[in-house]
């Protein structure tokens, strides 16, 4: 199947070993595939592989259906050591339709098995999405792939005939028939997947019963089905020791929110406005009020994110989640809370863009909009997870920067990882560091005048203390007007204004965060290559794949964006070439360039996918064999394809 | 007008709000700003109205907020010795709403602008009446922009020749007072910025409202629109300012015989009137009731928004749960329901966990 698997024959000939599978699930919008993929998913992670998932859906909710347009898939890597990405291309190709199967057969290798259902192969099924005559009755696929016709939906049907469900909604259950195939084939345990269906369908036990049957029916098919002659085992992944579960980023994230309540001990206010691919955090936190979570559905991207900005007023630790566009709406209240040095968390899921872009799919653009996307000089702290699993740190970690410098803290999600599934190392609730909001109680002017100084900075940190209404004798008013430094009032003075500019940047540049950590496992690369957010992941797959290949290759990965880590310039200093690949045109590829002066090479997609590890390693190989045509120049425009 | 006189539940909008037994005066409540309007401005009054009544409430300083947005009004936080927030243009009913959400234990208090309430901020202030949260949204009316050197507003007469409509302004203006009855607000009130009595007996009842309350204040820009309500001042006011309380018959203008005015309210097909008191039986003049939604409306539009017949006090007070009454309930319902203490350990374990030993 894959190069770096190694098929072992066991005592059972039947039964083959495989160190890592990609399978991918592919059918109309309303075939059910992201369902599919994610209970997939969970078998794979109760039985302790190791995984990574992509999962990729239209923008419409029904997309016209068997067209190309309402394709969705979700692809699953599984392996039985730890992997990096959702995998390039899949082994195993599920496709439900005849537009599933156009949409995706391009990415199947040679080789590569292919689970058709033929029922959806209709004539006009067919016509709609442009084949002349039906891929399945020449020999056009089976040539090239490990063809296996399934009539899934007549199967399914005839599985579920005693239960009385009409032809159409049996049918409905033929994703459940696919899932039960494919989970015979690959060993997987059923049993989450049958309580799972109990409780989704809790209030209708005979679509539970029609599911699990459907389920069961597939399972029974691959076990006396002769067309399936083998099946694939992948041992559980030796990760390291810990208890593990299987997480996707929004959820990770949301469960950060949740925890970052603890470690502050303030009230977590959710200010949102429903946006994809962010919304998920929104549901996920309205169910966790029993932490004290308070979520308000506001009724736009502003409101959402000025209550969030009043809850923090009050002493709450306000929060707001949104991707892209809501950014470009909130930018004005972030600015104010800029000004007002008052603790907010900013949750961006990036999502393709400019303008509504690609709702559904990634990206990461908006790093330079975090940055610079406000009025005036508003710098915020960044902060970008690179893995789903990293999400839940990432939260905490940012609020705990907000409480500490009192201010606005960015954190840039992505779709890839706000969707996509890992392995994760749960946290023991109690070893998560607690941070003291440090209300001020006491007035604290330095002239011993007893008045209270809402703009007087802590020396450390340079932030300004938090007294929030209801504590007597600190009165104050605060505003988006410049402000005195210390004394707070209202101030025009041309130098005080400057001060407070640098003040604001100097608190911001003076946030510890940690130093980088370069992996170079030879010790002696002559090539950097520097990463952030979900490029995680492919980066260091690729640079896994050239070291295999006798290459010498270090990587690094910017999890604190602002600031940056004090020995980033020491590090981009030490490589005679530095690589950085982003989902955008060149974002930090230019702010590095701006900061150190370094010759930082780019490469750049902005396909609304992930990069591949194939593609990234071939990236790196034109570099470290001088073949790239920018690999001995000495400078580069930043935007290559 | 209080919530007790509609016979409505005893919880009102002060209840949780700590109370104090020192007296405190206007004084108490005016910080070391110096004001900075221009003199003549309307604002002056309300100011000075405010820190009158403030005291009154009995509650204390440091629990009570003013979030503003901008415009010359939304420096009213400045001046007084409370909390407060001087926020971004139109959106202080959104800091407000998580503010009044987060923490019950404040009397929050929105000030705005005709141009920052109806027009840049639209939307959050339709949003924040539906919702019913509880604070207290004072609509500084003048119906022109002053900070910006006067633009004509959302609220000018069609034709107002300023700035930037030489030739004069095309468009509508905004009933304010329709517009909050539209948005399901359940307190809508007005007064006249140098009607001092009248304006704080609004302000009373609005802050013992629980929701979101609306005060429309006329208020007098003497650089921008001179004079805009002098009609409703001068000695030739009486037929025009129609003061309204609950539960009694709608009567202004002169005292006539019988020790009320000499005009009255009656109805008019789905609508209302205005005719001489002794023109009708006393049986058919209208008597206020803020529960009537129609009523209120009718009453918001008697006449064109040309002052001809004005209402002054409150159209409407209902009872609706609040969103921040309700949206507390539910997250301490929640907490009942996990016996106090959610379990965070149980939350990241999830259904199904695998270990994995050294
Ligand atoms: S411009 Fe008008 S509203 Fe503004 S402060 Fe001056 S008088 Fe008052």
Same mark, same amino acid.
């Given at each position: 199947?894959?190069?770096?698997? *190694?098929?072992?024959?066991?005592?059972?000939?039947?039964?083959?070993?495989?160190?890592?599978?990609?399978?991918?699930?592919?059918?109309?919008?309303? @075939?059910?595939?992201?369902?599919?993929?994610?209970?997939?998913t969970?078998?794979?992670?109760?039985?302790?592989?190791?995984?990574?998932?992509? !999962?990729?859906?239209?923008?419409?909710?029904?997309?016209?259906?068997g067209?190309?347009?309402g394709?969705?898939?979700?692809?699953?890597?599984?392996?039985?050591?730890?992997?990096?990405? !959702?995998?390039?291309?899949?082994?195993?190709?599920?496709?439900?339709?005849?537009?599933?199967?156009?949409?995706?057969?391009?990415?199947?290798?040679?080789?590569?098995?292919?689970i058709?259902?033929?029922?959806?192969?209709?004539?006009?099924?067919? %016509?709609?999405?442009?084949?002349?005559?039906?891929?399945?009755?020449?020999?056009?696929?089976?040539?090239?792939?490990a063809?296996?016709?399934?009539?899934?939906a007549?199967?399914?049907?005839?599985?579920?005939?005693?239960?009385?469900?009409?032809?159409?909604?049996?049918e409905?259950?033929?994703n459940?028939?696919?899932?039960?195939?494919?989970?015979?084939?690959?060993?997987?345990?059923?049993?989450?997947?049958?309580?799972?269906?109990?409780?989704?369908?809790?209030?209708?036990?005979?679509?539970?019963?029609?599911?699990?049957?459907?389920?069961?029916?597939?399972?029974?098919?691959?076990?006396?089905?002769?067309?399936?002659?083998?099946?694939?085992?992948?041992?559980?992944?030796?990760?390291?020791?810990?208890?593990?579960r299987?997480?996707?980023?929004n959820?990770?994230?949301?469960?950060?929110?949740?925890?970052?309540?603890?470690?502050?001990?303030?009230?977590?206010?959710?200010?949102?406005?429903?946006?994809?691919?962010?919304?998920?955090?929104?549901?996920?936190?309205?169910?966790?009020?029993?932490?004290?979570? %308070?979520?308000?559905?506001?009724?736009?991207?502003?409101?959402?994110?000025?209550?969030?900005?009043?809850?923090?007023?009050?002493?709450?630790?306000?929060?707001?989640?949104?991707?892209?566009?809501?950014?470009?709406?909130?930018?004005?209240?972030?600015?104010?809370?800029?000004?007002?040095?008052?603790?907010?968390?900013?949750?961006?899921v990036q999502?393709?863009?400019?303008?509504?872009?690609?709702?559904?799919? %990634?990206?990461?653009?908006?790093?330079?909009?975090?940055?610079?996307?406000?009025?005036?000089?508003?710098?915020?702290?960044?902060?970008?997870?690179?893995?789903?699993?990293?999400?839940?740190?990432?939260?905490?970690?940012?609020?705990?920067?907000?409480?500490?410098?009192?201010? !606005?803290?960015?954190?840039?999600?992505?779709?890839?990882?706000?969707?996509?599934?890992?392995?994760?190392?749960?946290?023991?609730?109690?070893?998560?560091?607690?941070?003291?909001?440090?209300?001020?109680?006491?007035?604290?002017?330095?002239?011993?005048?007893?008045?209270?100084?809402?703009?007087?900075?802590?020396?450390?940190?340079?932030?300004?203390?938090?007294?929030?209404?209801?504590?007597?004798?600190?009165?104050?008013?605060?505003?988006?007007?410049?402000?005195?430094?210390?004394?707070?009032?209202?101030?025009?003075?041309?130098?005080?204004?400057?001060?407070?500019?640098?003040?604001?940047?100097?608190?911001?540049?003076?946030?510890?965060?940690?130093?980088?950590?370069?992996? @170079?496992?030879?010790?002696?690369?002559?090539?950097?290559?520097?990463?952030?957010?979900?490029?995680?992941?492919p980066?260091?797959?690729?640079?896994?794949?050239?070291?295999?290949?006798?290459?010498?290759?270090?990587?690094?990965?910017?999890?604190?964006?602002?600031?940056?880590?004090?020995?980033?310039?020491?590090?981009?200093?030490?490589?005679?070439?530095?690589?950085?690949?982003?989902?955008?045109?060149?974002?930090?590829?230019?702010?590095l360039?701006?900061?150190?002066?370094?010759?930082?090479?780019?490469?750049?997609?902005?396909?609304?996918?992930?990069?591949?590890?194939?593609?990234?390693?071939?990236?790196?190989?034109?570099?470290? %064999?001088?073949t790239?045509?920018?690999? *001995?120049?000495?400078?580069?425009?930043?935007?290559q394809? | 007008?209080?919530?007790?006189?509609?016979?409505?539940?005893?919880?009102?909008?002060?209840?949780?709000?700590?109370?104090?037994?020192?007296?405190?005066?206007?004084?108490?409540?005016?910080?070391?700003?110096?004001?900075?309007?221009?003199?003549?401005?309307? &604002?002056?009054?309300?100011?000075?109205?405010?820190?009158?009544?403030?005291?009154?409430?009995g509650?204390?300083?440091?629990?009570?907020?003013?979030?503003?947005?901008i415009?010359?009004?939304? $420096?009213?936080?400045?001046?007084?010795?409370?909390?407060g927030?001087?926020?971004?243009?139109?959106?202080?009913?959104?800091?407000?709403?998580?503010?009044?959400?987060?923490?019950?234990?404040?009397?929050?208090?929105?000030?705005?602008?005709?141009?920052?309430?109806?027009?840049?901020?639209?939307?959050?202030?339709?949003?924040?009446? $539906?919702?019913?949260?509880?604070?207290?949204?004072?609509?500084?009316?003048?119906?022109?922009?002053?900070?910006?050197?006067?633009?004509?507003?959302?609220?000018?007469?069609?034709?107002?020749?300023?700035?930037?409509?030489?030739?004069?302004?095309?468009?509508?203006?905004?009933n304010?007072?329709?517009?909050?009855l539209?948005?399901?607000?359940?307190?809508?009130?007005?007064?006249?910025?140098?009607d001092?009595?009248?304006?704080?007996?609004?302000?009373?009842?609005?802050?013992?409202?629980?929701?979101?309350?609306?005060?429309?204040?006329?208020? &007098?820009?003497?650089?921008?629109?001179?004079?805009?309500?002098?009609?409703? $001042?001068?000695?030739?006011?009486?037929?025009?300012?129609?003061?309204?309380?609950?539960? /009694?018959?709608?009567?202004?203008?002169?005292?006539? /015989?019988?020790?009320?005015?000499?005009?009255?309210?009656?109805?008019?097909?789905?609508?209302?009137?205005?005719?001489?008191?002794?023109?009708?039986?006393?049986?058919?003049?209208v008597?206020?009731?803020?529960g009537?939604?129609?009523?209120?409306?009718?009453?918001?539009?008697?006449?064109?928004? &040309?002052?001809?017949?004005?209402?002054?006090?409150?159209?409407?007070?209902? /009872?609706?749960?609040?969103?921040?009454?309700?949206?507390?309930a539910?997250?301490?319902?929640?907490? &009942?329901?996990?016996?106090?203490?959610?379990?965070?350990?149980?939350?990241?374990?999830?259904?199904?966990?695998?270990?994995?030993?050294?």
């Amino acid at each position: 199947m894959t190069t770096s698997d *190694t098929p072992v024959e066991t005592r059972d000939s039947q039964v083959v070993q495989r160190d890592r599978v990609v399978i991918r699930f592919a059918g109309d919008s309303g @075939d059910g595939m992201q369902l599919t993929g994610d209970r997939f998913t969970s078998e794979t992670a109760n039985f302790g592989n190791d995984l990574s998932t992509l !999962p990729n859906f239209p923008a419409e909710i029904r997309a016209p259906s068997g067209t190309l347009p309402g394709v969705s898939s979700f692809q699953l890597h599984f392996a039985n050591y730890d992997i990096l990405t !959702p995998g390039d291309r899949p082994d195993v190709l599920v496709a439900m339709n005849p537009a599933a199967l156009k949409a995706n057969i391009a990415d199947l290798p040679q080789g590569g098995v292919l689970i058709v259902n033929t029922d959806e192969f209709t004539k006009r099924n067919l %016509t709609k999405v442009g084949y002349e005559a039906n891929p399945l009755e020449d020999d056009s696929l089976e040539d090239r792939y490990a063809v296996h016709g399934v009539a899934m939906a007549t199967l399914t049907r005839g599985a579920l005939e005693e239960t009385g469900l009409s032809k159409k909604d049996a049918e409905r259950s033929k994703n459940m028939f696919a899932l039960g195939l494919l989970s015979w084939m690959y060993h997987r345990p059923s049993e989450s997947t049958e309580r799972f269906l109990r409780e989704k369908f809790a209030k209708r036990p005979d679509l539970a019963e029609a599911n699990i049957l459907a389920f069961r029916a597939g399972h029974a098919y691959g076990e006396t089905t002769e067309a399936f002659a083998v099946t694939y085992e992948v041992a559980p992944a030796k990760l390291a020791p810990g208890t593990y579960r299987q997480i996707t980023g929004n959820t990770a994230l949301s469960y950060g929110l949740v925890a970052a309540g603890r470690t502050t001990g303030l009230p977590v206010f959710l200010g949102s406005y429903p946006i994809t691919p962010a919304s998920d955090i929104l549901h996920e936190l309205s169910k966790h009020k029993a932490f004290g979570v %308070t979520t308000f559905q506001a009724e736009d991207e502003i409101s959402g994110v000025g209550a969030a900005l009043g809850a923090a007023f009050g002493g709450a630790l306000g929060v707001t989640t949104t991707s892209g566009p809501g950014v470009a709406l909130k930018a004005e209240t972030v600015g104010l809370g800029v000004a007002l040095e008052l603790p907010l968390l900013v949750i961006d899921v990036q999502r393709g863009g400019p303008s509504t872009g690609l709702p559904t799919k %990634t990206e990461q653009a908006d790093l330079l909009q975090a940055m610079f996307g406000r009025n005036g000089e508003a710098p915020l702290p960044i902060i970008a997870p690179c893995t789903p699993g990293d999400c839940f740190a990432a939260a905490v970690e940012a609020a705990a920067i907000a409480v500490k410098y009192r201010t !606005p803290v960015m954190v840039l999600s992505d779709g890839a990882l706000a969707n996509g599934s890992e392995p994760w190392k749960v946290p023991d609730a109690d070893s998560l560091q607690p941070v003291d909001p440090g209300f001020a109680t006491e007035p604290n002017a330095p002239d011993g005048s007893g008045e209270f100084w809402p703009y007087l900075r802590d020396q450390d940190t340079l932030a300004r203390p938090w007294a929030i209404p209801g504590t007597a004798g600190l009165e104050h008013r605060i505003g988006g007007l410049e402000k005195a430094d210390g004394r707070g009032s209202i101030s025009y003075d041309p130098d005080n204004h400057d001060r407070m500019v640098r003040l604001r940047q100097a608190k911001i540049d003076g946030i510890e965060v940690p130093d980088l950590v370069v992996d @170079d496992p030879h010790g002696d690369a002559d090539m950097l290559v520097i990463g952030w957010g979900s490029t995680y992941g492919p980066i260091n797959a690729a640079a896994r794949r050239v070291r295999t290949l006798g290459h010498h290759v270090a990587t690094v990965q910017i999890r604190n964006l602002n600031p940056m880590p004090a020995n980033l310039g020491e590090v981009l200093g030490s490589y005679s070439t530095v690589l950085c690949p982003e989902m955008n045109l060149g974002q930090l590829a230019m702010l590095l360039r701006a900061k150190h002066l370094v010759d930082v090479k780019s490469y750049t997609k902005v396909a609304g996918l992930p990069f591949g590890a194939e593609e990234l390693q071939d990236v790196f190989l034109d570099y470290l %064999t001088g073949t790239h045509p920018h690999a *001995t120049h000495a400078a580069t425009n930043g935007a290559q394809a | 007008m209080t919530a007790t006189d509609l016979g409505l539940p005893s919880i009102g909008g002060l209840d949780g709000v700590p109370t104090t037994e020192d007296k405190q005066t206007a004084k108490d409540f005016t910080s070391d700003q110096e004001v900075r309007w221009c003199p003549g401005c309307g &604002d002056y009054a309300v100011l000075a109205a405010v820190r009158q009544f403030l005291p009154t409430l009995g509650i204390k300083r440091e629990n009570t907020v003013f979030v503003s947005g901008i415009g010359c009004s939304s $420096r009213f936080p400045y001046y007084l010795n409370t909390y407060g927030m001087h926020s971004i243009h139109g959106r202080a009913p959104t800091i407000a709403t998580g503010l009044a959400t987060s923490r019950p234990d404040l009397s929050v208090w929105v000030v705005t602008g005709d141009g920052d309430a109806l027009s840049i901020g639209g939307n959050h202030l339709i949003h924040a009446l $539906r919702r019913n949260v509880n604070l207290k949204i004072l609509l500084f009316n003048n119906r022109i922009y002053g900070l910006t050197k006067g633009q004509y507003s959302p609220t000018s007469e069609v034709g107002k020749v300023t700035k930037s409509t030489p030739m004069g302004s095309l468009d509508h203006p905004f009933n304010p007072i329709s517009l909050a009855l539209g948005a399901e607000a359940t307190f809508v009130g007005r007064a006249l910025d140098s009607d001092r009595k009248s304006l704080t007996s609004v302000l009373g009842a609005a802050a013992a409202h629980r929701g979101s309350a609306l005060v429309e204040i006329f208020q &007098d820009c003497p650089i921008f629109n001179d004079g805009s309500f002098d009609v409703l $001042r001068k000695g030739e006011n009486e037929n025009r300012l129609i003061p309204v309380t609950h539960g /009694e018959p709608i009567r202004f203008g002169a005292e006539g /015989e019988d020790g009320l005015g000499s005009h009255a309210v009656v109805q008019k097909g789905f609508g209302l009137e205005v005719v001489e008191a002794a023109s009708v039986d006393p049986s058919q003049i209208v008597v206020h009731d803020g529960g009537d939604h129609e009523l209120a409306f009718a009453l918001s539009r008697l006449s064109d928004q &040309d002052l001809t017949h004005t209402v002054t006090g409150i159209f409407r007070q209902v /009872e609706r749960t609040t969103y921040d009454d309700a949206a507390r309930a539910q997250v301490q319902q929640a907490k &009942d329901a996990a016996n106090g203490e959610a379990d965070l350990q149980k939350l990241l374990d999830g259904r199904d966990t695998w270990t994995i030993v050294a």
